[in-house]
């Protein structure tokens, strides 16, 4: 099979080279950041030892449900006595777990380096705790949009309890944002002005109906509760974005939230958004449909799309082959990531159809979109970057610095409602295929910001 580069003039190429490494020269520096030194090197153990990798993924699940530090300790050496080849740092915490007293201090320990770890993702136990986090981000020229974390959503009264979650978190993010200073670029494109306040939410924690046998009874089902929470972001002048899980539901969270936006009462807002995810083969067609239904239904609000490459490829995989269908993601990293480049270009150039945000933290995914941008002759405030609050941080802060739009991800919960999000991130950054792991082992900047490599 032969290799050919992605269909990208040589201009742009040049053009994605330069944005690319002034953006990488723009990142902080850690050199007085010993904590996050000592994360980034917890990640790098991690991401070169498979057994390890899976010894804490393990404990990390198993520590919201321990009762003591007795207990914990227990469970660390349990998994870690699963580790082969060990580094010197585990033997010796190996060793503490022998006694009772070194036990203690090795549970504290692991207690509060998880509860550390978490922090790192998660700005609070619920919006008002997260409010100086987001204050210090927004004067940092960095927006956010908050996801309530919550356990998974198996009866009616937790739906409704989610939905009112939802409501207060909107109430509490638009009454803070009136407070924020001015920023216009966090708040004006060249289509209009933009809500400050933002909330992230999931259609599968509006209902317990949203099963892959029937996943149109959820939308119907989680319909009322999406579209009083619409409702209260147009009242509050709130911006509502509705996340994308896993394939089985795309299709009812999609017909759900493009019905609820073409009802009247939403023609002049509230600001709202859906997921568009780039590892699917057929996305292209998922973006057809979403600009064919934005052309029908005119808002004051254009919809906004946020581009991901989608955070379910292992489970998409590994559903298909059990059930012995063909695999709905792309295999080849490669292909994801071109594939994210055409609908990169696709989506700058239906503006103003649509307003696009671009959420990667691939510093050639993002610097391809910022030198598109830029070839299209539209302002940098014209598209929108958004990182993951603890993965994304440093590209999150460059991308502010270098003049760009940005917002972070902010997960908010409690510790035992974050640990499967800890977890899932925790794989996404340490996974094989990740340009973030390639970043981490010291993959030579040019290499990085190679266009992607396709099968012909
Ligand atoms: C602000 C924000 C919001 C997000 N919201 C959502 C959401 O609503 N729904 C959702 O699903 N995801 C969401 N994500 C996660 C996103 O989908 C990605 O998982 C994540 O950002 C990693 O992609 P990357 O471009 O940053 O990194 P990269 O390292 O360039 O890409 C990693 C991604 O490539 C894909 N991949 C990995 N291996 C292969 C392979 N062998 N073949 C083909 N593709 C492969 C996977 O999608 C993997 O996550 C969000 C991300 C951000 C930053």
Redesign the pocket.
Known sequence: MSDRRADAPAELEAEIGQVGRALHDAFPSHRGHPLKALDDRAMDLAAQDDELRAALFRFVDVVPACRSLDDLASHLTGFLDEVGERPPSLRAAMRMGDTKAGRAALGAAGAAGVRHMAHRFIVGEDPQAALPVLCRLWRDGIAA?VDLLGEATVTAAEADRYAARCADALTTLAAAHERFGDNPLLERDAIGPLPRANL?V?VSALTPLLRPQAPERGGQDAAPRLRALLRQAHELDAHL?I????LDSREAVLELVLDLLAEPEFAAGPSSGV?L???LRDSQATLDTILQRAEQTPRAQPLVV?L??????DHEVVEARQHGWSVP?????????AN?EALTARLLEARPLVRV?I????L??VAHAIARNRMLGAGSGDVEF???RG??DDLGHALAASGLRV???CPVGDLVAGMAYLVRRLL?NT????????QAHGVPLEQLLAAPETAA
């Open positions: 949009s992230s999931k974005h996340d994308m899980e896993s997921v995810q780039a590892y946020r991901v490459k989608g955070a379910y490829w993601v792309f295999e080849r990293k490669a292909d994801c990531d994210f945000a959420a990667s933290h691939n050639r995914s958004q990182v993951l993965l994304g917002r972070s991800y996404e996974a094989n295929d990740s340009f973030l792991a390639d």
